[in-house]
């Protein structure tokens, strides 16, 4: 599995994404995130539209565990609908949108 693995990372390579992206990362590496790669992991090289990124309350083992599995949920659904809402597929505006969280875009 690992030399499958690696061989695929090594044949891919990576497009710009015309859109946004939003990173729900795990605190692994501090509030800057990966020493090498940034808050953003590297996605901002990648995504033309920018990146929102968002740190959250657990560890990468913990995040789909129980009451941390039903926040992310959450957060997803968040992100979801004020996606849906930037391209015109709700009824309310973008700024409409609130988040249940009480989390400011970052």
Known sequence: FAETHW???MAHSAR???GH???LRVPRFGPDGHP????????????????????????H?????GANAGFVAQRFGYH???????????GSTQA???????????
């Open 61 to 65: 083992a913990e995040f789909l565990e």
């Open 36 to 59: 090498s790669m940034g808050i953003d992991y590297g996605w901002g090289q990648l995504a033309a539209g920018g990146v929102t990124t968002e740190e959250l309350p657990c560890t």
């Open 80 to 90: 979801l609908e004020r996606a849906r809402q930037a391209v015109g597929l709700g």
């Open 96 to 106: 409409d949108v609130e988040d249940p969280a009480g989390r400011s875009e970052s």
């Open 21 to 23: 992206v939003v990173l």
């Open 7 to 9: 061989r695929a990372l």
């Open 16 to 18: 710009v994404f015309p």
